[in-house]
């Protein structure tokens, strides 16, 4: 049997893979979100600013921050499932995980988001469940929540057309 | 409130959005239920790097917010307003370097919830980029279990 990688190995080898498809999109950085990683498993994270406030009286966040963050969440996870394997097998080495040599992204064919409370003016997260992903097309579902997991301040539900792959 | 003072509330409040600020967008039309709303090209709203199309989150927040100032200027809708429901079909790409621009139509308000649809284009107007239709709360902000978008 062969003997399982380093566990330094390994970890540099995701965490490499999982900045490059996050900074190689101006957008996420334009609204600041970052991701966090246990194993494939992905958290979105948004942290609270003032430029993402759709009605400053409450104060509350946008709704179109909003939906953009669970979008982003959607593409990400979609984009890190499409890479997993060739992370995995060592396929893809360090050298291959740079902004420039990603694989192109899904691209959104509908998003329903379902506002069930206002944004408070907190961090936010998100996490991604695709529910099916076949040869062209995903659907995903998102949750998005505050300071309570239980308590969703909103959930989407996605369809995506997928990157046309090779062979 | 007359019709005048309400259209001038809503043009003020849709302009002081700190978001909609940061994707620098443009009311061009206020009318009594329906809006346009411009956002121009932006290299930092780039979805895609490879062809540098705008991401579709930027598309979904003019189209929210041009859908909230369509609501909040019908006429039998309240100042304040909360989007319960967006629902976004992507017909196209939009045309790097070409600004966005969206109409919204408040089509229908109950004593509870305001119904709008939408549309997005870009310099080709006759080609939508994006549809949107969604449902927003027109209670006028009362908190109850029953309004999800309610302050809390």
């Known amino acids: 049997m062969k003997r399982p990688e380093p ?5 540099e080898r995701r965490d490499a893979a999982l900045s490059a498809l996050v900074e190689q999109v101006p957008y996420i950085g334009f609204l600041g979100i970052h991701f966090d990683r246990r194993g494939d498993e992905l958290t979105a994270v948004l942290p609270y600013t003032e430029t993402l406030i759709g009605n400053p009286a409450l ?12 979008e982003v969440t959607s593409i990400i996870e979609l984009g890190w499932a499409l890479m997993w394997e060739e ?13 420039s040599s990603m694989p192109r992204l899904p691209k ?3 998003f329903t988001v379902d506002y069930l409370r206002s944004g408070l003016p907190r961090d936010a997260y998100a996490r991604a469940r695709i529910n099916r992903s076949g040869r062209r097309y995903a659907s995903v579902h998102v949750e998005a929540w505050q300071d309570n997991r239980s308590r969703l301040f909103a959930q989407a539900t996605g369809h995506f057309l997928m990157p046309a792959r090779d062979g | 409130m007359d019709r005048k003072k309400k259209a001038q509330l809503v043009r003020h409040f849709t302009e002081a959005i700190p978001y909609s600020k940061a994707l620098s967008m443009y009311l061009e039309e206020l009318g009594e239920g329906d809006a346009v709303i411009s956002m121009p090209y932006d290299a930092r709203f780039v979805g895609d790097p490879t062809t540098g199309v705008i991401h579709g989150g930027a598309v979904s ?3 929210d917010t041009t859908g909230g100032a369509a609501v909040m200027s019908h006429p039998d809708a309240p100042l304040v307003t909360a ?4 629902r976004i079909d992507y017909m196209r790409a939009a045309t790097p370097g070409q600004r966005i621009v969206c109409r919204a139509e408040c089509y229908h308000v109950t004593r509870s919830v305001a119904f709008m649809r939408a549309v997005a284009h870009d310099d ?9 239709t969604g449902a927003f709360t027109a ?6 279990v029953a309004t999800p978008g309610a302050p809390t």
């Open chain 1, 87 to 99: 992370i995995e097998s060592g396929e893809r080495t360090i050298e291959d995980l740079t902004p």
């Open chain 1, 108 to 110: 959104t064919i509908d």
């Open chain 2, 61 to 63: 927040a003019l189209m």
């Open chain 1, 59 to 70: 104060p509350a966040i946008h709704g179109g921050v909003t939906a953009s963050f669970l």
């Open chain 1, 7 to 11: 566990v330094q190995v390994v970890k």
């Open chain 2, 124 to 132: 080709d107007a006759d080609n939508p980029i994006a549809t949107a």
């Open chain 2, 139 to 144: 209670d006028g902000g009362k908190p109850s």
């Open chain 2, 83 to 86: 989007t319960l429901d967006l």
